[in-house]
């Protein structure tokens, strides 16, 4: 296992990332996330009990591991320290060992304001209306963004607040939503920068340090290479560079320091919002999509949105694996797959007379591929409580193996629950 390694999702997120995450982090010494907001959701169930995160790397849940929320991320104060009261009530206290990049940018209410009013005009594209979207905007046109650090003068940030909102004001209002007040905003962000304090780091340097000092780090990716603002399903993709360009970007450490990517996928495809989906069971196949949505509780962490459901597409996954190097899978939720007769792959797509056998980039031509599916028997045995690979059913090792065939690379993990224990690990080239 290499140094340092990055934890990716494969597919348009809620693959198992924080599962894998935190299975993983006991062989780390820090957990870092570069990017995202509260838009992620990342569940851990340990014992029965639900932890779900949302700005929080998953990391947090084990003791003694540093923690970075770094430079990349849109950072939304009021659910940062919701989240820390969350888990101070169950015994788990972060302060000392959770860091917070003073150049990552607030996301602030108006953000949310902005992202709720574009959602309920013409053209929405599905976003989880955390405000993720404007947040990033304002950073990219710079005159309107703030970053954390900037809390820790209070009269500079009033008077950079006041400039910022005598700007967004008109458009907020022109858009029929509510202006925000300079005072109230400002009084109401300065006091919970009081309780932010002691976690605002410049985590650069920090991160850093680290690397000199031999620390092992695990770098947690947000959503999903497929929501990824360049190389996703543009334009329903998430703002933010959910790909491996993204750990450098939004933490400030060289691309040498990556070392191994691990992509996540689930043995089938979901996605939420709008866009393209070849896989999508719809139709004929509609009943199998709501069995998929039901036995695999497919429910957004963040929105309680019902996720749309299909087979594993490995065209898809061949596109994210080459795009951000990955070296190894972990597949997530084999279970859910317990009990079909018939399990399907994607090894291709249809337009019009042609087969296509690579990832298209325009939204319109991706809506009308139509998939070409491999068919490979299925298993009864239930795979739950298996934990070593040859407690799985023949025909769900079959099925693994198949899908490392045509992805190229080896599956290294395979989820069979909700539970942290439930993992099968495979040595390297095992399956």
């Not at 399990?343 to 809506?367: D, E, M, N």
Request: aromatic share 6%.
């Amino acid at each position: 296992m290499a140094p340092n390694t990055f934890v990716l999702g494969l597919q348009w997120g809620d693959e198992g990332k924080g599962k894998v995450v935190d299975a993983l982090a006991p062989d780390y010494d820090l957990i870092a996330r570069a990017q995202g907001g509260a838009n992620a959701g990342h569940t851990i169930v340990i014992g029965g009990a639900r932890h779900a995160l949302h700005l929080l790397p998953s990391g947090v849940l084990r003791a003694g591991k540093e923690c970075v929320l770094g430079n990349g991320m849109a950072f939304d104060p009021e659910i940062f320290l919701q989240e820390i009261d969350r888990l101070a009530r169950q015994g788990i206290r972060l302060q000392g060992r959770l860091y917070v990049s003073d150049r990552a940018h607030l996301l602030l209410p108006y953000h949310k304001e902005f992202d709720r009013l574009s959602e309920e005009g013409v053209g929405r594209i599905g976003t989880t209306k955390k405000g993720i979207g404007p947040c990033y905007a304002d950073k990219a046109l710079r005159v309107t963004a703030i970053r954390v650090g900037e809390l820790s003068d209070p009269a500079a940030f009033r008077a950079r607040l006041k400039d910022v909102l005598a700007r967004l004001n008109p458009r907020l209002r022109a858009l029929g939503g509510k202006a925000a007040s300079p005072t109230d905003l400002a009084d109401r962000t300065l006091r919970l920068a009081v309780r932010l304090k002691p976690f605002v780091r410049d985590t650069v340097t920090l991160l850093h340090d680290r690397l000199g000092r031999g620390r092992r780090m695990l770098f947690e990716g947000a959503q999903g290479a497929m929501l990824d603002l360049d190389f996703g399903t543009y334009p329903y993709v998430t703002s933010s560079s959910a790909s491996v360009g993204g750990v450098c970007t939004g933490l400030g450490v060289p691309p040498k320091a990556v070392g191994e990517v691990l992509g996540v996928a689930k043995a089938y495809t979901t996605r939420v919002g709008e866009g393209g989906f070849p896989t999508e069971c719809l139709g004929a196949e509609a009943k199998m999509g709501e069995r998929l949505r039901t036995v695999g509780h497919e429910f957004g962490t963040t929105t309680g949105r019902p996720r749309r459901c299909g087979w594993l597409d490995v065209i898809q996954l061949r596109y994210a694996i080459a795009v951000n190097g990955v070296d190894a899978i972990a597949m997530t939720k084999l279970d859910v797959l317990d009990g079909l007769k018939t399990v399907r792959i994607c090894t291709g797509y249809r337009l019009g007379g042609r087969r296509l056998t690579s990832f298209p980039a325009s939204a319109a031509l991706l809506g009308r591929v139509r998939p070409v599916y491999e068919d490979l028997p299925g298993w009864t045995s239930p795979t739950a409580s298996a934990r070593r690979w040859a407690d799985l059913p023949k025909a769900a090792q079959r099925y693994v193996l198949r899908v490392q065939k045509l992805c190229g690379i080896p599956v290294r993990m395979v989820s069979v629950g909700a539970d942290r224990g439930a993992l099968i690990h495979l040595s390297r080239g095992r399956a």
